[in-house]
């Protein structure tokens, strides 16, 4: 065996960042591929779960929009800084980094709008997939604390290239 090249090794493992990762086998995070006509109903599922999570009596409403869009809102309080500023979460959004699912419903949408708030105060924020298009930007909240994710667009359905890709 001695001087033989071993049939598994590092130079087999890429690795991928969050987003990417989502993209490429979202059957690790929702539990159905990317072309299962279930993926948005599993995206849905997830997104909701999490803002269930804490087990919290936190309310938590829906609103479907169609077969790919909907629109998750809860009253799960947003870590702040000292002056009451959401901080930033994944991919310097307001993509909290405590909850995961919204962050991976980002990955398999073109456009997602994140809202949060706390205190009287809220801020709105756009991604393209998971970037953001722009700084989050104060708006009147509706509630005292809560938080609010539209995926866009679409539930993409099709492959979101990964980066780098064509």
């Known amino acids: 065996m001695q001087g033989e ?10 690795v ?13 995070y929702f539990g159905v591929g990317q072309q299962s006509p279930d993926l948005p109903t599993e995206v849905l599922r997830a997104v909701v779960m999490d ?5 919290e009596p936190w309310n938590v409403s829906v609103e479907i929009a169609g ?5 998750v809102v809860d009253d799960q309080p947003h870590v702040t800084d000292e002056h009451g500023v959401p901080l930033l979460g994944f991919f310097d959004s307001l993509l909290d980094r405590e909850r995961w699912a919204p962050a991976a419903a980002a990955a398999l949408s073109l456009r997602t709008m994140v809202e949060v708030w706390m205190d009287g105060r809220g801020f709105r924020q756009r991604l393209i997939a998971t970037q953001p298009v722009d700084a989050p930007a104060e708006f009147a ?10 995926p866009g667009a679409t539930i993409s359905r099709s492959p979101i290239p990964l980066r780098g890709e064509p």
């Open 16 to 28: 991928l960042r969050f987003e990417d990762a989502v993209r490429k086998r979202p059957a690790m």
């Open 141 to 150: 909240p509706p509630t005292p604390q809560g938080t609010r994710l539209t």
């Open 51 to 55: 803002a269930l999570h804490n087990g």
């Open 67 to 71: 077969d790919l869009r909907f629109t």
């Open 5 to 14: 090249k071993p049939l598994y090794s590092a130079e087999h493992i890429t």
